[in-house]
């Protein structure tokens, strides 16, 4: 076998200097020496290029999985750190419409919404106790359709009134278990996604093969920020055990976890 | 203090970064989405003192290297990482060979921490000494010195693989 231990295994910038560069962290005479690298061979430029085009250029990377996560994380982290305050009084939930029938999205046919149906949840809201967020892998994955045109979000991104979103869930605990999706607006208000009357259905059996859950949400015209959240018990609950708070959002059962998602809601240009 | 800058914007500019070089290291996509997510969770826990940071890439270069070096000393995850033989890795300015770097992943996992970063800096990322020296917060000197130390006894290693373990420098 070769020595993989060559002093420098390339000649050119460094790792961590491109990712300057990149990055808009690098000194003038970096980005220099980059720039003259860059111009010496069309593959460098092209390596850089790929870089520049981040999560695009790395289709193995689940940025949306991560952000979740990451907010998971920080979440559990505040709550753990006794951050977590009480939740104001309940409020009623806004109105919310949600599309029973599926939708066109990654090249599968997902026939467009047979019904919408307007509901009107108001969750009274119980004492949690000493439950706290509970950190773990799911996560949340959401998809924004817009006419024919489905993208999938970042947490932090935006959508407007008549959007449709759909759920993919990522990292479902292992054993039986029940799910949910809720909103909770600037407001603290919460309001179920799905399922649309507020309780929990079981797992296994509702996701489709593409850990999709069935239907779709349409936006109405409200404007703000939006924490989604998606909500995994291993016993059935429902939305008004759940419990907006400065931390997260605190679950009836400290097995519960949740997963986070921002959505910033805007008004159509 | 919790950082005053949003997550997401971090995450855009500096997120596929983070994930990259993780996944050099680890050579495993689900490994690498894992540290990726605890070095940004570090980083906002961070605060002000990420916040403070002349080049935030460094900072994170660092944390990233640090802490997938401790993945790949896990002895619960390393066999598992070991085994990543098939990690797609993007394009990097080091023309590397994937089983060179499946032999250095299985010797970063088992050398002197201070020589790993050290090879990390210098063999994986392709860093000069001098380079390596100011990231790693040591004297040029001391950089050759770890990357000669880590050099000697990783060929005796893998001269000496099947046989038993080497000593360390």
């Not at chain 1, 029940?178 to 797992?203: I, K, T, W």
């Not at chain 2, 250095?104 to 921490?113: F, M």
Request: aromatic share 6%; charged share 25%.
């Amino acid at each position: 076998m070769n020595d993989p231990f060559d002093p420098r295994i390339a000649e050119g910038p460094s790792e961590l200097t491109l990712d300057a560069y990149v990055t808009g962290d690098a000194d003038p005479e970096e980005a220099a020496a980059v720039e003259a690298w860059m111009a010496a061979d069309p593959a460098n430029a092209a390596l850089v290029e790929a870089r520049r085009a981040g999560f695009d250029a790395m289709p193995q990377a689940r940025p949306q999985a991560m952000l979740a996560r990451i907010r998971q994380g920080l979440d559990a982290a505040e709550a753990r750190s006794g951050t977590e305050a009480a939740a104001d009084a309940p409020r009623p939930a806004p109105r919310r419409r949600f599309s029973l029938g599926q939708w066109l999205f990654g090249g599968l046919a997902l026939a467009a919404a047979a019904a919408a149906v307007v509901f009107l949840a108001r969750p009274g809201v119980e004492d949690p106790g000493d439950v706290v967020l509970t950190k773990g892998a799911l996560a949340l994955e959401v998809f924004r359709a817009r006419g024919d045109a489905v993208t999938a979000l970042v947490s932090g991104d935006s959508a407007t009134a008549g959007d449709r979103l759909r759920f993919v869930v990522d990292n479902l605990p292992e054993g039986p278990g029940h799910v949910m999706v809720v909103g909770v607006e600037a407001g603290g208000q919460l309001f179920p996604y799905f399922p649309a009357d507020g309780r929990s259905v079981a797992a296994h059996g509702t996701l489709r093969d593409d850990r999709s859950l069935p239907g779709s949400a349409v936006l109405d015209d409200s404007v703000g920020q939006e924490r989604i959240w998606l909500v995994w018990c291993p016993q059935a609950f429902a939305s008004k055990q759940l419990k907006p708070t400065n931390a997260g959002l605190a679950t009836a059962d400290a097995a519960c976890r949740t997963a986070g998602f921002t959505l910033e809601k805007r008004s159509k240009p | 203090m919790p950082l005053d800058v949003d997550l997401d914007t971090l995450f855009r500019q500096y997120g596929p970064m983070v994930y990259r070089r993780a996944l050099q290291i680890l050579g495993n996509p689900h490994a690498a989405e894992e540290a990726t997510q605890e070095v940004f969770i570090r980083a906002m826990k961070a605060g002000d003192r990420f916040v403070a940071e002349a080049r935030p890439s460094t900072w994170l270069y660092r944390i990233t290297t640090n802490y997938c070096l401790n993945m790949i000393r896990d002895s619960k995850r390393r066999r598992a990482l070991l085994d990543a033989r098939k990690a797609e890795v993007a394009p990097t300015s080091v023309a590397r060979d994937p089983q060179k770097m499946t032999v250095l992943r299985g010797l970063l996992a088992e050398a002197d921490a201070q020589q790993a970063r050290a090879a990390v800096a210098v063999y994986i990322d392709g860093m000069s000494h001098a380079e390596a020296a100011r990231v790693l917060g040591v004297s040029r000197r001391t950089v050759g010195n770890l990357c000669d130390r880590f050099t000697r006894w990783a060929r005796a290693r893998l001269a000496d693989a099947p046989a038993g373990e080497p000593r360390r420098p």
